[in-house]
């Protein structure tokens, strides 16, 4: 198409290419009783490419929860909530408000929320700060902001060293600095230096912060309130939003609010809660479910056999010198190739011996960084585990033996990267 950037047709050629090659855009039927196997072309692979950490999407408790609120209140009712809410909708938020131990306000998905939630929470004298792997969700909303006038910037992924040094040039100029972040990022599954963020909202007085814990629900911290708020319980000048799907299993998103009066702003002025219509019910009783189950000590039982199978995968990959891009204690992990050559080659090699992960490319990270991202979740078992690193590091080795891999460039390539973060 003529009217393509170069940047577009290269994105959309290599999209085009893996789906062809039959690694992305696969056609999948699920296991109907377990998250654990997938179906690709009716061959069973053991799931390592969904988000749903703790398992509460396959929770017959959650399907219940579901399929009452089907029965007592229909598929979909089309009402902006500016008029009224079901009472659902009410106690959910009341459920998330005891988990989080803040105000909360609930969205149709994040994507959503971010549109609803920023453009009211920072001005148009005001700075945005982002990182350089935040979120693209997050990044479509700062474009448009941009758009409307607001000065954005983006620094190195988690150099906080170059997040103050910037903090003091636009205070000068800003009423507010703005920093946007994940907690958890999506790629290689490392986290933002959330206590280096606090010591910063602390020293500035202009300084505030907006964090996409997306990736950080459920798994972690008190009741299951996740990465951002088990680091910095709160703060005054922290705005959040956490995804209710991936670690906590359900559907929509959670606006947190430092108080009361920032979540009735958003109710009443985010135009994308206002004109959009509300989640489906069925979203709602699940999700409210499983803030029940967040409520109780059985978050804790989940959260300890997660963290097992994490510690397991991170001595094991060790052990067998793979090359992961970091080793962080999140259920995220990423196995550096290199080239997208490597990429298919390695997905299409685990494919045909039983396994299913997700592929990672430009635009998402660089492209001598490509490589595959796989997902912990308690669906999989300690063997799961262990004959997935066996085959990615035998599959390595038969490559090495004959010169078509060289897993020690391969860290060298993330190696340089690191420095480069840290050198600019």
């Known amino acids: 198409m003529k ?8 994105i959309n050629d290599v999209y085009n290419h893996a789906t062809d090659i039959g690694v992305i855009r696969l056609k999948a039927r699920k296991d109907e009783y377990s998250n654990r196997v997938i179906h690709i072309e009716e061959k069973p692979l053991v799931n390592f490419a969904t988000n749903n950490f703790l398992g509460f999407e396959t929770d017959p408790r959650v399907k219940e929860a579901a399929i009452d609120g089907i029965n007592r209140y229909g598929v979909f009712t089309s009402v902006s909530r500016t008029y009224f809410s079901y009472e659902h909708y009410l106690e959910l938020e009341d459920k998330l408000e005891k988990i989080f131990g803040l105000p909360v306000f609930i969205s149709n998905n994040t994507s959503l929320g971010h549109f609803s939630y920023l453009p009211i929470i920072i001005g148009k004298n005001d700075a945005i700060i982002t990182d350089q792997f935040l979120h693209a969700s997050v990044q479509v909303a700062v474009q448009y902001m941009k758009g409307g006038g607001v000065y954005n910037e983006m620094i190195r992924h ?12 636009l205070s000068e100029s800003y009423d507010r600095v703005w920093y946007l972040a994940d907690s958890v990022y999506s790629m290689h599954g490392d986290v933002a230096p959330m206590k280096d963020i606090e010591v910063l909202l602390n020293t500035y007085d202009k300084f505030h912060v907006y964090i996409d814990d997306a990736h950080g629900m459920s798994w972690i911290g008190e009741n299951g309130k996740g990465y951002c708020f088990h680091s910095i319980p709160k703060h005054e000048k922290l705005y959040a939003i956490c995804a209710l799907n991936k ?12 108080n009361k ?6 109710h009443n002025c985010g135009f994308p809660v206002i004109f959009s219509s509300p989640t489906m019910h069925a979203g709602v ?4 479910k499983i803030a029940d189950i967040h409520l109780s000590v059985e978050i804790y039982e989940k959260q300890i056999m997660l963290s097992e199978r994490i510690e397991y995968f991170n001595r094991r990959a060790k052990e067998l010198n793979l090359p992961l891009a970091n080793k962080c204690h999140t259920p995220i992990f990423y196995l ?9 080659r ?11 992960m997700n592929v990672a490319s430009a635009p998402s990270v660089p492209m001598n960084q490509s490589g595959l ?13 262990e004959n997935l690193l066996c085959e990615i590091a035998q599959f390595m080795e038969d490559l090495e033996k004959t010169g078509q891999f060289n897993r020690e460039n391969i860290m060298k390539v993330f190696r340089r990267a690191e420095r480069k973060r840290e050198l600019i």
């Open 261 to 266: 009066e920032t979540k009735e702003l958003v």
């Open 285 to 288: 009783t699940a999700a409210s």
């Open 346 to 356: 390695f997905s299409k090699h685990l494919q045909s011996r039983g396994f299913l």
């Open 336 to 344: 550096g190739l290199g080239s997208l050559e490597e990429v298919f």
């Open 247 to 258: 670690g906590f299993g359900g559907t929509s998103a959670a606006l947190v609010f430092p």
């Open 3 to 10: 009217h393509l950037s170069k940047q577009l047709q290269f």
């Open 158 to 169: 988690n150099k906080m060293d170059d997040l103050e040094a910037r903090i003091k040039v």
């Open 373 to 385: 991202r796989f997902i912990l979740g308690l669906h999989q078992t300690i063997d799961d585990i």
